[in-house]
């Protein structure tokens, strides 16, 4: 049923953005988004929430999205592990097609900062000069989301009306739908957001 719904979309984002603006976050409410994304097709999955505790306890959100893997998809999933924004430990993909990363603050502001600092090195060094920032040297001195494209998708759950830092530099032409919680989330209200997200026109800002 999931890969027929993900075929059935007139388009399907490349890249989903988990943004939980709650205080006390689900784990396997969240494997569960996770899972449902690997199965529709979704190439790359990034875990938000504001507090970085998805992120300290990634071994737990591990556990459990491996648990659903099993039970919902059937697959041999046994050979796992996820790929974190900050690259202080080993990169690796989940199976099934798709990659995880599980962000935290750290990765939004902090390090767009870092990357400036770095690009200010570079011209201190005369390896660059200042008129060679552009949006793609930006891109490419940032760290969370190496290797990820941009988000096409974000799913922010939650009464917050903002992202709370969520990649702020990544998300410039990202549709963003939000959804009052991921408490307890159907697959229905999934998919549901995944057909308005093919419904919508974007104008890339024209």
């Not at 600092?117 to 793609?136: E, G, I, K, M, Y």
């Not at 917050?160 to 969520?166: E, K, Q, R, Y």
């Not at 410039?172 to 997200?197: G, K, V």
Request: proline share 4%; with cysteine.
């Amino acid at each position: 049923r999931w890969r027929a719904d993900g075929r059935a979309l007139r388009k399907l984002p490349v890249h989903v953005g988990l943004v939980v603006t709650e205080e006390e976050p689900s784990y396997a409410d969240m494997a569960s988004l996770v899972v449902w994304c690997m199965a529709v097709g979704i190439s790359y999955v990034s875990v938000y929430d504001h507090n970085g505790i998805f992120k300290r306890n990634n071994s737990r959100l591990m556990d459990e999205i491996l648990k659903q893997q099993q039970e919902l998809l059937g697959l041999d999933c046994s050979k796992y592990t996820v790929e974190f924004a900050n690259h202080d430990k080993t990169g690796q993909v989940l199976n099934c097609q798709s990659t995880l990363k599980v962000l935290s603050p750290e990765d939004g502001k902090a390090d767009i900062v870092k990357a400036a600092q770095n690009f200010c090195q570079l011209v201190a060094q005369q390896q660059r000069t200042h008129s060679d920032l552009d949006v793609t040297m930006l891109d490419n001195l940032l760290s969370s989301t190496n290797g990820f494209p941009d988000p096409d998708l974000v799913l922010k759950f939650g009464p917050v009306d903002s992202t709370l830092g969520f990649l702020p530099w990544h998300i410039r032409l990202t549709e963003i739908i939000s959804l009052p919680s991921h408490l307890n989330i159907s697959y229905e209200d999934f998919f549901s957001a995944l057909h308005h997200y093919a419904a919508c026109e974007q104008r890339w800002g024209k």
